[in-house]
């Protein structure tokens, strides 16, 4: 499956890839990779997709899990510094894998690694 593909996919689903990382439980910037093609997409991953859209639509046992993702946030950004550090600096805490990206970092931090400022609010429209 190509991103393209996948992009198609995702629209007949009416699905975003961070609905679509819910869904699997993987991670959101996985998912946003495959969209893009930064990321080769698995073969269990496209044969599930394909199995969604030619059902025509997202299985019933995975509807309560699917997000809706105006009520629900999937990411954040917050105020984060490492433990024995000085300088703060703004991760992306990824919800659904629980994990904190700094910037410039490939590694995934837990809370339980950081020292957790607070969470910087999106200015309304």
Do not use: C
């Not at 993702?69 to 659904?96: K, M, N, P, S």
């Amino acid at each position: 499956m190509t991103p393209t593909e996948l992009q198609s996919a995702l629209a007949r689903l009416d699905l975003s890839p961070a609905a679509l990382a819910k869904l699997l439980g993987v991670d959101v910037r996985t998912a946003r990779r495959w969209a893009t093609g930064g990321k080769p997409i698995p073969d269990n991953v496209a044969a599930q997709l394909t199995a969604m859209v030619l059902a025509g639509g997202v299985p019933t046992e995975l509807v309560e899990r699917r997000p809706k993702v105006e009520d629900e946030e999937i990411t954040r950004f917050q105020w984060v510094r490492r433990q024995g550090e000085q300088e703060w600096t703004v991760a992306e805490h990824d919800l659904i894998a629980d994990v904190f990206y700094l910037p410039g970092r490939v590694e995934r931090y837990t809370a339980s690694e950081l020292v957790l400022g607070p969470t910087i609010e999106v200015p309304e429209a």
